[in-house]
C-alpha cells in the first residue's frame, strides 16, 4: 500500500498555553504518568529536530505530492518541537534533572547524526512509527488524558492528530531514495533499525521518567517498578500497540497498511472547525 491520497498532511500552527499546569503533577495528580509523558516529552525538541533533517537531506530527490508532503511535514514538526519545548520549559529545573536528562537525549541524538544521512533517515522512520502507534493508541484509550489538565491534554491530541496524518512521510522518502537497493537490504535495514530503536527508545524513555520520579522521594528501585507498570501495564502505552508493532517486520509494510482515517477524521473536527 502506498499513502492515500486524499490523506492531507495539515500543519496548524497552535499556541498552547500550558501555565496552569506549572508546579503540578498535569496527568490528573498522577506523579509517575506525569513523569513517563515528561520524559517522552523532553525527547521531542531535539529528537524533531533530527527528523526533520534526516527528510530535509533527502529533500531534492523526491517530487509531486511528496515533496509537497515533506514541506508540511518539516512545517508540523517544527511546531510540535516548540510546543513541547513549553511543555518542557514548566518542569522546575529546581527539583527535576532536566538539564541532565536533555544531556543524556543530545548525546544519543548527536551519535545517531554521526552514522550519516542514511542511519539518520532510518532511525527516523522507526521512531516515526513508534509515534504514530502512541498516537493511535491516544485515539483508541480517550481515559489516558481525561483527568489531565485540559490545555496540556489538548496539545497531546493536536500532536496524535499530526503524527498519524504524516506517519508515512519519511517511510515513502526512505522508499524512493532507496529504490534501487534490493529489497531484501531494504527490508533487513528497516527490521535492524526497528530492533536498535526498540532497545533503546523504551529503555531512555523508563530512565528518563525513573530520574524525575526520584526527584520526587522516589527510591530508583520504586521508581522503575512504577514507570514499567505504566508503560506495560497499565495503562501499558507501549504495550497496547503491538500489533502495530509487529506488522513493521512484514515484507512490503507500509505505515497506511494500518489504516485509522476514520478515527483520524474525528480528530480533525476538532481541530479544523473554520
Partial sequence: MSSPGQIEVKPRDIHF???????????????VG?????????TFPDGEKLFMDAVRHFRGKVSGQLAEDVRRFLTQEA?????H?????????????????????????????SKGPYAMLLSTIALEHFTAM??????????????????????WRWHALEETEHKAVAFDVFLEVTKNWSPLKR?????????????????????HATCLLQADGYTEAEA???VSRFLWR????????????????????????????DALAEWRAEFDVS
Fill in 17 to 31: 498555553s500550558m501555565d496552569s499546569a506549572r508546579g503540578r503533577y498535569w496527568l490528573g495528580g498522577d506523579p
Fill in 34 to 42: 506525569t513523569a513517563v509523558l515528561n520524559g517522552l516529552s523532553l
Fill in 79 to 83: 511546531m510540535h518541537s516548540r510546543e
Fill in 85 to 113: 519545548h513549553a511543555l518542557n520549559a514548566i518542569i522546575d529545573r529546581s527539583k527535576y534533572p532536566v538539564n541532565e536528562i536533555l544531556g543524556r537525549i543530545r548525546d544519543r541524538i548527536a551519535f545517531n547524526r
Fill in 134 to 155: 502512541m498516537a493511535d493508541m491516544h485515539m483508541q484509550n480517550r481515559g489516558l488524558y481525561a483527568k489531565a489538565d485540559p490545555e496540556i491534554a489538548r496539545l
Fill in 187 to 207: 527490508y533487513l535495514l528497516r527490521c535492524w533499525s526497528m530492533m536498535y530503536i526498540t532497545y533503546h527508545f523504551t529503555r531512555n524513555i523508563a530512565n
Fill in 224 to 226: 522503575r517498578k512504577a
Fill in 234 to 261: 497499565d495503562p501499558g502505552i507501549f504495550r497496547q500497540g503491538w500489533r502495530s508493532y509487529f506488522a513493521w517486520y512484514r515484507p512490503g509494510f507500509h505505515p497506511w497498511d494500518l489504516d485509522n482515517r
